[in-house]
């Protein structure tokens, strides 16, 4: 697990912000995940949402320089075996099954996996599991509750993923157990549709620059 969560580690690393995005047409994908990159925000989930949704990893994965495309709202073996052949390089549920955890831990591909509650983080932790998604973050009680599980869950980082916004992400960035945060407000979908990839590129290069602030 050690190899496992270094490699996601360095993923999740790389930006202060993770855009999560629903793609309904697969061929805005590439478009869409170069703006990303030429923002700075290199690894980019898209999420198992709609019938593009493979197809539009497999585009990002072939034909995208630099970027780290992973698959979102994995609820199954399924879903995960199809992401990885699809070229996802890390793997995100919002929650967790005995099914994700043991088709995860036959794979190379590391499983960010969904946890809300002190016995899900607890229980994960005792799978190996030292990084997790924290969703529906504002719904579940946002930065507040997360900075109160650092002292009793020390060793533990989380991607806080949930109705965070461009103003709120430096809240839960600023606590010492969030290595980053998830967000879809990089890419608005009347963007997407315009077809505006400057204006996204602007917005993931701004994203970019975010840091904790309490």
Not at 113 to 129: F, Q, V
Request: hydrophobic share 45%; charged share 20%.
């Amino acid at each position: 697990m050690g190899k496992k969560t270094e490699k996601l580690l360095s993923i999740l690393k790389l930006q202060p912000v993770v855009p999560v995005l629903v793609v309904d047409q697969a061929s805005t994908a590439v478009p869409l995940a170069r703006a990303l990159v030429e923002g700075g925000l290199k690894a980019i989930e898209i999420t198992l949402r709609t019938e593009a949704a493979l197809d539009a990893i497999k585009a990002v994965a072939d034909e995208v320089e630099g970027a780290e495309v992973g698959a979102g709202t994995i609820l199954n073996a399924r879903h995960f075996d199809a992401a990885v052949r699809a070229g996802s390089r890390f793997i995100v549920s919002p929650g967790t099954t005995q099914e994700l955890l043991d088709v995860a831990r036959r794979s190379d591909v590391p499983l960010l996996p969904g946890a809300a509650t002190p016995s899900e983080i607890m229980a994960l932790r005792e799978e190996g599991y030292a990084v997790m998604k924290f969703f529906p973050a504002e719904q579940a009680g946002g930065a507040a509750y997360l900075k109160s599980l650092v002292s009793p869950f020390g060793g533990i980082s989380f991607c806080p993923t949930g109705g965070i916004t461009a103003q709120s992400a430096g809240t839960y960035l600023s606590l010492p157990n969030v290595v980053c945060v998830g967000g879809s407000w990089v890419a608005p979908k009347n963007l997407v549709e315009a077809g505006d990839w400057t204006a996204i590129t602007a917005l993931a290069a701004d994203a970019t620059k975010l840091s904790g602030s309490a």
